[in-house]
């Protein structure tokens, strides 16, 4: 098992976890638990892979998709029932899932052919579409769309336009990936620290 | 009509019925109505498809599907508002449905290569996948990840479990697809019988 | 730019305004007003081209329809701080962009070898489904399900009929798509007008 591998598997298990922890107060049982595990996981690279048509999708392929988050999931059924759970350390690590699942889909996306302005799009989809269907199936208005979440899409739209710039001027695909990476974490992490937003939606009566 | 068809068929009849109910009090209209009924029907076997590439999918090819929905729809739309409906015999004919498109996902998944766990899950998303989205259109949190609803999905994943199980050591396909129907709906309606439900996910403060 | 893309590009702009103005009141910000937009745009073309399985679905190929509809959205996103928009005006245009939607899906069914009620369930499913993601991303009903939003799919469902029907007696492909654009257009603004109603679904207690 390769160190890309690894770190996907680790951005699984945590999407996994932040699935199943919307699901506090909701009534929701082990199968509930467990679909939201796998829908927040998996459901960016879904609906990406669906839109290029690269089908069977990607998580069925490799069965380690499947298996690490059913554990995550089922691991925080458990543990979440004995200990509160620690909150810093996974808003940390969903900011590194989020980057890394945004460098993977607009990676796929340019390798697939579309322009440069779709391929960033389907980064940014591949890292937040998870969460909203997540929040589409807990009954809540997407986290993504609104402002007290802190710029999460911002951060991975950023990071994928860093990726496709660096790649454009230095053609150095360690060197993008790092930079993509690196710009999402950051400005994600800043985002949460200084409770930056985007402006709201207002209309005018 | 061979008989393996006219069962499909009941099913989808009775998932659009179910479909149809589950507008009761929402103030929806006769097109909503039939939305339902088709989403309801077709949505497991549909997000099957999607996932697996075999597109166009399956009720776009048969007019007879379409069809069974509507007039389903239709009918439980004018009889609704006259009679008070069967509700024991819809939950049985519904467990009926759920234990023939469990079986048929998980046969289909098989048939397209996927891996056990995979054929598995596709075989529970096509029973449970449309009741989800009919959930989500109506907006509510999708009963079948609610303890209430008793061992919906449950019932799937071992009637899949067992078609799987059952194959492996006695490679019968009739004894398989018996077994796996058998078990999902003697699981259900004992469920439904005596309130079986699974444990309900809870976050410790 | 000829004159077919220049029309659909309208219709797409308008679908994206409506988008965004779904989000009044929903504590939404910019970027979940952009996805509003590029959801109820490309919604319905999204869902009929993974039914159809023709992917890379089509507004990923042509730079020109995400670009209109970002341009819609981040428009009415600054536009409707200051001044109040013409609902008139935006409910005439809708209902032009919903009568092309559905000829153009109906199209584009047919031409992929489905059966006439599919072709005509893909045209209504073109028109009205990026409408009803919308409304699932906003956590209401769909708006499409309901009468008070007068004979919309109705009026999709019409001129999809009046398209393949002309065709069938008369194989003219202007005659049969002026007159489905026709119908689509006249049935709904009829309805706005005079407030027609589907009937509501109603159980027997």
Redesign the interface.
């Known amino acids: 098992m390769n160190i890309s591998l690894t770190l996907e598997l680790v951005a699984v298990g945590v999407c996994a976890v932040t699935g199943?922890?919307a699901?506090?107060?909701?009534?929701?049982?082990?199968?509930?638990?467990l679909?939201?595990a796998v829908v927040t996981a998996f459901g960016g690279g879904?609906v990406r892979d669906?839109?290029?048509?690269d089908?069977?999708?990607a998580w069925?392929r490799n069965?380690y998709y499947?298996?690490t988050a059913m554990l995550a999931g089922l691991g925080t059924?458990i543990v979440?029932?004995?200990?509160?759970l620690p909150r810093t350390v996974l808003l940390v690590a969903d900011a590194f899932g989020l980057a890394l699942f945004t460098l993977i889909g607009t990676k796929k996306g340019l390798a697939?052919g579309?322009?440069v302005?779709?391929g960033v799009?389907l980064g940014v989809i591949t890292g937040v579409a998870g969460g909203?269907l997540r929040d589409?199936?807990?009954?809540?208005?997407?986290l993504?769309?609104?402002?007290k979440i802190y710029l999460y899409?911002?951060a991975a739209?950023c990071g994928a336009t860093v990726y496709v710039l660096v790649l454009h001027w230095m053609p150095s695909e360690v060197v993008a990936a790092g930079s993509s990476l690196a710009t999402t974490l950051a400005l994600r992490l800043a985002a949460i620290r200084w409770k930056l937003?985007?402006?709201?939606?207002?209309?005018?009566?």
């Open positions: 199943v922890l699901a506090e107060g909701k009534q929701v049982d082990l199968f509930g638990v679909v939201l879904t669906l839109l290029l048509g089908v069977p999708v069925m069965p499947l298996l059924f979440a029932r004995y200990r509160s697939f579309v322009t302005p779709v799009m909203i589409v199936l807990t009954g809540t208005i997407p993504v769309f609104r402002p899409a911002t739209l937003e985007l402006p709201l939606f207002h209309v005018r009566r």
